[in-house]
């Protein structure tokens, strides 16, 4: 089945603790990006990759690092997690041209 | 000014009423259009992309009016289970790799 994984689903951590969100594609697609969804505010672009080894910052990267060392896996990571951070965090993954296909989100709350 | 805006709503309509939500952006460069719905908490999906000359899908209709700078969506007869968060979406790239979401329309349909 084509789908997009994510992992935690839901997380609960401390300010300062680092820690990472993987995410996952079995659709062998060239792009991958994460964005963060706040009431109100819709949902924000935090980073994009178009390949492995490309990435670049979207609309809200502060806080956050990335890397795409494999094609399928574009792991979200937060060095020093802080409240602000606590939200709700979706991966998407599209082939080129194509519409992007989101994972099943993953919330975080930071206290 | 938001990139791109929606009115939040909610919408609340009867079963068999016929619902448009528009969504306007502010980039001209915008190339691709996209409609995705979202049920509560889980992951955007997409519902239709949007073309130049319109297109149709059952019971749900996307137009683009390029001079005005918005997209639309036409519901007609609606269901119980319309009943979602409609999101606009748009990129100024023709891959679709980086969209701009509007904050969506909530849509609740009632018997």
């Known amino acids: 089945e084509a789908q997009v994984t994510q992992n935690p689903r839901y997380l609960i951590t401390v300010t300062g603790k680092k820690l990472t969100v993987t995410c996952s594609q079995n659709m062998n697609h060239e792009y991958m990006s994460w964005y963060r969804q706040d009431p109100g505010l819709g949902l924000r672009q935090i980073y994009y990759s178009m390949n492995v080894e490309v990435t670049d910052k979207g609309d809200v990267p502060e806080g956050y690092k990335v890397s795409r060392k494999e094609k399928r896996n574009f792991p979200l990571i937060l060095e020093s997690p802080s409240p602000n951070q606590t939200s709700l965090y979706f991966c998407?993954?599209?082939?080129?041209?194509?519409?992007?296909?989101f994972g099943p989100g993953t919330r975080l709350l930071v206290l | 000014r938001k990139e791109v805006e929606q009115d939040p709503g909610p919408f609340n309509v009867p079963e068999g009423a016929t619902v448009a939500f528009n969504c306007t952006y502010s980039n001209s460069a915008s190339q691709s259009f996209f409609w995705y719905r979202q049920d509560c908490r889980k992951e955007p999906k997409l519902l239709m992309s949007v073309y130049s000359s319109g297109n149709e899908d059952g019971r749900f209709t996307a137009q683009l009016n390029r001079a005005s700078q918005y997209i639309s969506l036409l519901i007609r007869d609606s269901k119980l289970s319309d009943s979602a968060t409609y999101l606009c979406a748009v990129t100024d790239t023709g891959t679709a790799s980086k969209l701009t979401f509007g904050t969506g329309t909530r849509l609740q349909v009632t018997l």
């Open positions: 998407a993954s599209s082939s080129q041209g194509e519409t992007q296909y």
